[in-house]
C-alpha cells in the first residue's frame, strides 16, 4: 500500500485479451481490459537478458519488478521478485483459475475501504517487464480474502495477495501470467518506528496517512508464520492452485526454475531466492 484516500469504487474484474510475443523483446500494446505503459525505474544491478522462449514463457526482461517507492522514510524504494507463473500451456484461463481457488478476490487500486475503522487503500500499483516493451503496471491483482477480509488477514500477517502481468506467448491463446506473490502485515510508523497495526488499532484510525502494508519477515511484520513474506506466498499460492485445479478434475504440473535476478531482496529487506513456480494447468 502507497498512497491512503477514502473512495467507493466497485471492483471489477480484469479480461486480458493477448496478441503474439517475439524473440528479443519487441514492444507491444497493453491488453485490452489492462492498463497502458507507465514506465518505471530498474533496481540497482538488474540486467535486462535477451528473450528465451518456450512454450511455457518467454524469459521477462527483468525478474524483478521496477522499484517501487513509498511515501515512508522508513521504508526506502524496493524491488520485487515475479515468483510464480501460469504457463501459456494453460488451457485453464486466469479466470477459471480465480474462481477455482474461491477466496482469491480481485482488488483495485481505485479502492479504499474501512478496516476497524482503519481506512486503507486495497493495493498500489506496481511495474513489470515482462515482454521487452518496458515497464507496465500490473493487469490484474488480487487478494486472499479480497479487499475487507485481505486487509483483516493482514492484522496478523496472514494475507497473501499478488500482481499478474500478461505475457503473450507464440501459439498460446492466452500466453504466460506473471505473478509476484507476498505475505503483508498491516504496519504503521508510530514514533519514527514501524510497527503492527493490531497493536496500535486507534492510532492507526487516527493516522491513516501512517498506515502502511509490511511484508512479513521485515520492520514492523509479524515473522513466525511466515518469516520469508515473498518465498512463503510463492509456495503456498503454488500449491493452493495446484490443490484447486484437481480438486476441480483438471491436470496441474508444477516444476521450479531458477532464474538471474537483479535483486535479492524486497521491502523491508525481506530477502527471495532464486526460484520461480512454474503451474500448468488443464483441462
Known sequence: MRIWARATVAVAAVAVAVTGCAKGGTSSAAPAGGTAPAGGTAPAGSTVQEKNCTADYCDPADWDTALASTPLKQIPAFAEPLNVIISARSTVSLGQLQQALGNWKTVSTATTVSVTGIHIKCISSENADVTGG???????????????????????????????????????????????????TMCLVRNGRLQTASANKLYAALHSSSVYHCVDGGPGSFHTAHPDGYDDAATDLSGAIVAAAKAHGWQASQRTVTVKRGASSGEGGVPFNDTVYVLTVTT
Not at 150 to 172: A, C, Y
Open 134 to 184: 518496458g515497464y507496465d503496471p500490473q493487469n490484474a491483482a488480487w487478494r486472499l480474502g479480497g479487499c475487507v477480509d485481505g486487509n483483516d488477514l493482514s492484522l496478523s500477517g496472514n494475507e497473501d495477495h499478488v500482481r499478474i502481468w500478461n505475457q503473450p506467448v507464440p501459439g498460446s491463446k492466452d500466453g504466460a501470467w506473471f505473478m509476484a506473490a507476498s505475505y503483508e
